[in-house]
């Protein structure tokens, strides 16, 4: 993969444009954006902006052609069985809660549990809280091993005849492991568990086979794939989204309305209420284009030696503690805390060295209290860093104890 030739499809890596040099390794929070994917959205905005679906009229039909041209290429992009499980949203965050609503409050009830993992971000725990305080359901979760790899034994024993839904990420955007995904939906299919599949962190970065998995809902964000914000995934199994009823109702969503009763449109029509965001459905496509241009088990190899280069190079620095587990299969995410620094002072001494790293809870707060630790700093990689820059990072890193006079 010539990684200096893909660099020039960037241009945030600009330095007179942006204004200062930027070595960027916040990817798992939101990805950088290729040339291909702005002048896609440039030329939909410019030459077909309308409403998909509601008229008649000339622009009308090419602004429908690219938003339903982009559901068949999502539908190939993780072998759906059919694009009418292909649903847009505005992010993963939505495509949990629509599941949440949807399914959760008019399928479960007081007795039943639902499992989770502690690795999960927000989007795939707090509406899980709200579903089970709303219906007297009891949430679990499934932990971790000393190792910080999941802990399969854990969950597979906390899966039983009164778990309904198994909620869980395909990858951690904390510790970088990426979870044994057909094994989680083999052990809830035992107890028949509709399993829910947060592939935030996984979707820019390994083929996703939705009919090889045999999961029944996944979820996953545009913008760390390389396309605009606000425009997100649910992929569902048709027979599980024609039963589900709809809890964003407006426009666009209804087959008929009276003054009285309203009959809902079919999948994946009854839950794309209202405008949506076109603009970015043809952005999403376009970042499609652009991964499967270099390929997605490149991108891949590539990131997956970048974070091992990273582990291997910081692991041994003075009072550094880093959330990797080593025995696990992960990505392309490093995660670590020195023991006497705090993390937002780590990530404004590399900021002014040019590197871009995350600091907080990362939206994992009962996995850093787990850990036993308030947050962390996120170094993540894309296809566009270099091995010259992790090394760049690693000493800068050591350097940080230095200007913190320690």
Known sequence: MDVEKIRKDFPFLDEKKVGKKVIYFDSAATSQKPYSVIKAVDEYYKY???NPHRG???????????????????????????????????????????????YGLENIKKGDEILITILEHHANLVPWQMVAKKTGATLKYAYLKDDLGLDYEDLERKITEKTKIVAFTASSNVTGELTDVKRI???SKKVGAITIVDACQLAPHKKIDVKDLDCDFIAFSGHKLFSPLGIGVLYGKYELLDQMVPYNMGGDMIEYVHEQDTKFAKPPTRFEAGTQNVGG????????????SIGIEEIFNHEHELASLAYELIKDIENIKVFYPKNSNVGSVVSFTFEDIHPHDVATILDSKSIAVRSGHHCAMPLHEYLGVSSTCRASFSVFNTKEEVEYFANQLKNVRKVMGL
């Open 185 to 187: 939906i083999k052990a």
């Open 281 to 292: 459905v043809v952005g999403l496509g376009a970042a499609i284009d652009y991964i499967e």
């Open 56 to 102: 008649t009229h000339y622009l009308g039909w090419k602004a429908t052609e690219a938003y339903e041209n982009t559901r068949e290429k999502i539908k190939n992009f993780i072998n759906a069985q059919r694009a009418e499980e292909i649903v847009f949203t505005r992010n993963a965050t939505e495509s949990l809660n629509l599941l949440a609503y949807s």
């Open 48 to 50: 077909s902006n309308a």
